[in-house]
Structures are given as C-alpha cells and as structure tokens.
C-alpha cells in the first residue's frame, strides 16, 4: 500500500472549508518531493467528486489564505495548459493518506471525513474521535459525519466499534478503525475487541450494580427522609460513582 501526506497544518485550517482541504489532499498526491505538481482542474474535480466551479472556488480561497502557489502555464501554440502548483507542505508535521483513496468512487464529504479519520488515527490503526471534532474539522454537519461513515463502511474502507462510555450514562461512544491493513494484523484486531468488551461489560455492570443499589435504598424510610445520590469523583471519571446523603 503506497501513501501519500498531507499536512497537519493546513487540514486545521477551517478557513478554506471542506473542499478546499480536500482539493489540498489530492495535490498532495500528485505533488512531487518538492511540493509541485500540475494536475488539470477536471483530474482534480473527478479525484474530489466535485464541480469545476467548486474547484475554481475553493482554489481562490487556498491562495488568499497563502496554503499555495498557481502558476499558469501556456503552450507553444499559445492554448492554456493545467496550472502549476506549489504547495506549501511541512513533512515532519504530516499525516498520511493511502494512495488509492481517489480511486473508490467515494462521494466528498466521505472523502473528507476519511481523511480527517486518518489525521487522528492511533498506531493500532484505530481513531478515537468524537463525531463533533470530525464535524468541526470538516466543516459539515453531524449528520453529514454519520452519512460519511455509514458510506466508507459500505465501501469497506472503515469499521466501527461501539465502546460503552460508563461516565456518560452508559451510552456508548464509536471507535473508528481505518481499514487498510497497515502494520495491523487480525491477531491484535482479536485481541483489542476481546479486552474491550471485557472492560466495556465490568462498567455496565459496576454502573447497574450501583444503580439497583441506589434505588433499593432510596425506597427505605430513613429518619432524616434525605434521599440518596450517585456522584462521580471529578479527579477519577472513569471509575464507578459512589454513594452520597446530602
């Protein structure tokens, strides 16, 4: 699998929206060592599965925000030829990108949230974001972000986990994981699942324990008539709440 990266830095930049990020994601992939290449604007648009105009829109915002450099080039008959790009790209500050992302058919705001995925992705392959993180860096709606998701799932290229989240009620959270086998192996995929399930069904248990706890003695009389509340500890909110009269 080759790769290609983009920089952390730009990506960040909410200022040239999502298709501006994503049209600075497939010169990345054209561009060669030195940050240059010269794709025409129809790769591009197909690449991005966009308009022309979106194109000539968002490229307008990338140079006004100085992310990079179009140089126009002409032919000796005197026709236009594809512009000449130079971008502005710090490696020791990049992510990478599989190559063949643009190959999938995937619609832009897929394309997009994939990108974001690998932005944060861990060295086990895995994501650890919220849906409103991805939201924001994408400049989309939540809404959008699950569309995305439930998209690169049909395409194989992402697969969802859900973790219970013992500090928020127990509603669970997703765990993001890039499906592009690299440095994973199904071994530790095993392996992961099986310790987080573990580790899932000891807090829905320690939570419902307390819970049943929690109500039984509440339908007790006591003297003072003062009920009783679970409370989490703010220094240590992963571990279970305890009991409190106040």
Same mark, same amino acid.
């Given at each position: ?13 909410? !200022?040239?929206?999502? $298709? ?23 790769? *591009? ?6 308009? %022309?105009?979106?194109?000539? !829109? ?6 006004? =925000?100085? %992310?990079?450099? !179009? ?17 502005? /790209? /710090? ?21 997009? %949230?994939? *990108? ?14 919220? +849906? ?20 690169? !799932?049909?395409?194989?290229?992402? =697969?969802? *986990?859900? +973790?219970?989240?013992?500090?928020? /009620?127990?509603?669970? %959270?997703?765990? $993001? ?5 690299? &440095? ?10 099986? =310790? ?16 049943? *706890? &929690? ?7 006591? #003297?003072?008539?003062? #009920?009783?509340?679970?409370? $989490?500890?703010? $220094?240590?909110?992963?571990?279970? #709440? ?5």
């Amino acid at each position: 699998m080759r790769y290609f990266l983009v920089d952390k830095t730009v990506f960040d930049n909410n !200022k040239v929206g999502m $298709y501006g990020k994503l049209i600075y994601a497939i010169l990345c992939k054209f561009a060669n060592a030195d940050g240059m290449c010269f794709p025409s604007r129809k790769t *591009i648009s197909k690449c991005g599965s966009f308009s %022309v105009s979106t194109y000539n !829109k968002y490229v307008s915002i990338m140079l006004l =925000e100085n %992310v990079l450099e !179009k140089k126009i080039r002409w032919r000796n008959n005197g026709s236009q030829t594809s512009n000449l790009f130079n971008l502005k /790209n /710090n490696k020791r500050n990049s992510f990478p990108v599989r190559n063949d992302i643009f190959n999938k058919g995937l619609s832009s705001t897929a394309l997009c %949230v994939y *990108i974001c995925l690998a932005r944060y992705v861990a060295e086990d392959n895995c994501c650890r974001v919220s +849906q409103h993180l991805i939201a924001e860096k994408c400049s989309i709606s939540i809404v959008s972000v699950i569309r995305a998701v439930k998209e690169l !799932k049909s395409a194989n290229m992402l =697969e969802t *986990i859900k +973790q219970t989240n013992i500090s928020n /009620n127990g509603n669970y %959270v997703l765990l $993001y994981r890039l499906t592009d086998g690299r &440095e994973y192996k199904n071994v530790i995929r095993r392996k992961i699942d099986v =310790e987080n399930t573990k580790i899932a069904n000891a807090h829905m248990k320690s939570y419902r324990d307390l819970n049943a *706890i &929690e109500k039984r003695l509440n339908s007790i009389t006591m #003297p003072f008539a003062t #009920p009783l509340h679970m409370t $989490y500890s703010p $220094y240590a909110p992963d571990t279970p #709440p305890e009991l409190y009269l106040y």
